[in-house]
């Protein structure tokens, strides 16, 4: 009796798991995905199931790039909140080959963590290659005059492609920012003058 009492306390303390609020965690049934903890109270099959330990980098730049911030806490938490990714300055060339320095930020959260955790490698450095290729192809479309009108237009566009690609990331795209937009010295003398 002793014995049944040890071992159901054992599989009670072993298979009962508390998760914060704001974060998930993923657990692996025989080493195969299998399903996601939500905050509060959860049940897992003690000795079969295992919470996933999170080896691979889930991070996401901040400051121009100058910092990576980690989605994942304790290598097992994985932040459901809002995130920012502010990849560095970009210098692009635009339909008349001049050159502009564009600066974009967006706003993501993660709503599928199996997915950003199996299904993606590097998140932060695809969805930041993501952000200069669809860039590089908006910014090149318009002249260095219309580069400047066209800021929504340019962020509408990226926010459209960085959607359909990181669905199957797990990642919804909440939206997308162009903060700056500047030229070099020549440049920006040669539109001064062509509007006066």
């Known amino acids: 009796l002793i014995l049944l009492v040890l071992l159901i306390t054992l599989m009670l303390f072993k298979g009962i798991r508390k998760v914060s609020d704001g974060t998930t965690r993923i657990v692996e049934?025989?080493?195969?995905?299998?399903?996601?903890?939500?905050?509060?109270?959860?049940?897992?099959?003690?000795?079969?199931?295992?919470?996933?330990?999170?080896?691979?980098?889930?991070?996401?730049?901040?400051?121009?790039?100058?910092?990576?911030?980690?989605?994942?806490?304790?290598?097992?938490?994985?932040?459901?909140?809002?995130?920012?990714?502010?990849?560095?300055?970009?210098?692009?060339?635009?339909?008349?080959?001049?050159?502009?320095?564009?600066?974009?930020?967006?706003?993501?959260?993660?709503?599928?963590?199996?997915?950003?955790?199996?299904d993606v490698d590097q998140f932060s450095e695809t969805l930041k290659s993501l952000v200069e290729t669809t860039l590089r192809q908006e910014v090149g479309k318009l002249d260095s005059d219309e580069v400047i009108s066209a800021r929504e237009q340019i962020g509408a566009a990226l926010r459209v492609s960085l959607q359909e690609a990181s669905t199957n990331w797990g990642v919804s795209i909440i939206r997308v920012e162009i903060e700056d937009i500047s030229f070099s010295g020549d440049v920006q003398q040669q539109l001064a003058k062509a509007r006066e």
């Open 29 to 118: 049934r025989l080493g195969k995905r299998h399903k996601v903890l939500y905050p509060g109270i959860n049940i897992i099959v003690p000795f079969i199931d295992t919470e996933k330990t999170i080896s691979q980098p889930i991070e996401t730049f901040l400051d121009n790039g100058e910092q990576q911030y980690s989605l994942v806490r304790k290598n097992r938490d994985i932040s459901m909140a809002e995130h920012r990714m502010d990849p560095p300055l970009l210098s692009l060339i635009a339909k008349d080959n001049n050159t502009i320095n564009v600066n974009a930020v967006a706003y993501f959260r993660i709503v599928d963590p199996m997915r950003i955790v199996y």
